[in-house]
């Protein structure tokens, strides 16, 4: 569904300021493939989704989704096919349109005619339907301005925005990290009840571990533009907290066990 190929991505080439943000990154998703991506600050993750959403283009390398070659496609085109949830709750929902305005203008992306202006009730109902199982009690509020919820609330719109045009792949770039506790444990179970009722191929970034872990099927970790292990199936079940805090570890250049240079785990 997702392929990404040898792709290369330096910032200020040529200057005193170069940065090599992604250095000959290759992953391959399946459709329906859940991934989390680890890594510290600076390592690329961003950027790797960046280059997907089709917001930065790649030096070298190819991007093709759903066999279509988005290599060179600007992100207005992408956004037919990528939808994306930022870790700002403010950035992903347009405050002075109501929650309903938000949810038809996502849900007429990818379309070539949306539900238009007029918002019938057949349409209303639909829209309730799918903000109820959110337990914000959003279903009730649908003329209320998104700019007047609270950050978790923007959060699971944006989060239910993103969702509902049914994207051929998801991006979601620490989507709960600026939530409290109790927030992004909600944001985390409508993420997997989202992707798992409609398959979505996914790409998750986190800096939260236990998250990292529990949620998808298969878990890379980034270091300085590369990939550079990588976890699946029973490998990624058996991981624990600890393991992985000694990859990162030993990728500091200390002592651990280490299972860099991109060991495939199955
Ligand atoms: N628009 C940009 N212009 C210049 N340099 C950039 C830009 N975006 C990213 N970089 C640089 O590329 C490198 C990778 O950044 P990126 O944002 O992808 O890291 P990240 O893994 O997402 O980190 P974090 O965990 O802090 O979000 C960094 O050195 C960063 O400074
Ligand atoms: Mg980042």
Redesign the pocket.
């Known amino acids: 569904m997702l392929d990404i190929e040898a792709v290369t991505?330096t910032?200020?080439r040529g200057t005193v300021?170069e940065?090599?943000?992604?250095s000959d990154v290759s992953l391959h998703l399946d459709e329906g493939d859940f991934v989390t991506v680890i890594?510290?600050?600076?390592?690329?993750?961003?950027?790797?989704?960046?280059i997907v959403s089709g917001r930065?283009q790649a030096d070298i390398g190819r991007i093709t989704i759903g066999g279509r070659d988005t290599t060179r496609m600007p992100d207005w085109r992408t956004a037919r096919l990528v939808s994306r949830v930022f870790q700002d709750p403010m950035a992903g929902t347009a405050p002075h349109l109501t929650i309903e305005e938000n949810l038809s203008l996502a849900y007429s992306r990818g379309r070539a005619r949306g539900f238009g202006p007029a918002l019938t009730r057949r349409r209303r109902k639909l829209l309730r339907e799918v903000l109820a199982p959110l337990e914000q009690g959003l279903e009730d509020r649908l003329t209320t301005k998104a700019g007047l919820l609270s950050g978790g609330q923007r959060q699971a719109l944006s989060l239910t925005m993103a969702t509902f045009s049914n994207p051929r792949v998801l991006l979601l770039?620490?989507h709960t990290a600026a939530l409290d506790p109790a927030r992004a444990a909600l944001i985390a179970r409508l993420t997997d009840e989202a992707v798992a009722r409609q398959g979505l191929t996914t790409l998750m970034?986190t800096?939260n571990m236990e998250q990292a872990l529990s949620m998808g099927n298969r878990l890379i970790m980034?270091h300085e533009?590369r990939i550079v292990f990588e976890l699946s199936g029973r490998a990624k079940e058996e991981a624990t907290i600890e393991s992985l805090l000694a990859e990162f570890e030993h990728l500091r250049g200390g002592v651990g066990p280490g299972m860099s240079d991109r060991t495939l785990l199955a």
């Open positions: 991505k910032f200020f300021n940065r090599v943000a992604l890594g510290s600050n600076g390592a690329g993750k961003s950027t790797l989704l960046n930065y770039d620490e970034v800096h980034m533009g």
